[in-house]
């Protein structure tokens, strides 16, 4: 079975400040790679996905990550923080190479903006 | 755009009830997946079904069941409820060969 580690349940950063949140998945072939956000009391919204081709892609709120084999990780990043990008964070993974698309999810991270 | 839609939104049992849990998918959407999330936790696969057969089985208890319908609508049936059964139940949808859920808002089910 797949394992996601989101290292840092919590992270809190300043309006305007850059978020850094961190995934490193296990396994010895690369998964497919999805970050997801939920805000309270929602259901989850993709952000981002990696498949293939480019090792850095673009979300939508200006949210991009970056897919690094050698690291096994797939880190979620923003420029700049907003009020609005306050929720908790999911990086998702599924088995490259099976068709049953089940998402294994890591514990999620909070993030906190403050003004 | 349609989103995926589950009903209840929240549903409050007592122990050793039952509870059916139902999700309409994104329309043209053949693949349905139900996930449980406990308080704190991150969501954990529980069923899926591609063309109304069941396609994948995650840590689902065995009083637990699950099926997709002709019209691809799923329901989950839960039996014999337990405290521990307290979560929020989500559904995602999405249509073969595409990697890409959809979830809908969730079910909060609470257990007393």
């Known amino acids: 079975a797949q394992s996601v580690t989101q290292l840092g349940s919590h992270v809190s950063v300043s309006e305007g400040a850059l978020v850094l949140l961190r995934c490193n998945y296990s396994s010895s072939v690369p998964p497919y790679l999805f970050w997801y956000v939920q805000y309270p009391n929602q259901g989850l919204q993709l952000l981002l996905k990696y498949t293939t081709g480019a090792t850095l892609v673009k979300g939508i709120n200006g949210f991009e990550a970056e897919f690094k084999k050698s690291e096994t990780s797939f880190h979620l990043t923003k420029p700049s923080a907003h009020m609005s990008d306050a929720a908790e964070y999911f990086c998702a993974v599924s088995d490259r190479g099976s068709t049953l698309g089940r998402l294994y999810f890591g514990r999620g991270t909070q993030l906190t903006v403050w003004p | ?112």
């Open chain 2, 1 to 112: 755009a349609a989103g995926v839609i589950q009903s209840p939104r929240h549903l409050i049992k007592e122990k050793r009830e039952t509870a059916t849990l139902k999700c309409y998918p994104i329309p043209r959407h053949d693949t349905v997946y139900w996930y449980q999330q406990g308080p704190g936790q991150d969501p954990q696969f529980l069923i899926s079904f591609y063309e109304k057969m069941q396609s994948d089985k995650g840590s689902i208890p065995d009083r637990f069941s699950a099926q997709q319908f002709s019209d691809y609508h799923s329901e989950l049936n839960m039996s014999s409820l337990e405290l521990g059964d307290s979560a929020l139940y989500f559904c995602a949808s999405s249509s073969a060969g595409h990697l890409t859920q959809y979830f809908g808002p969730g079910t909060r089910l609470t257990v007393t």
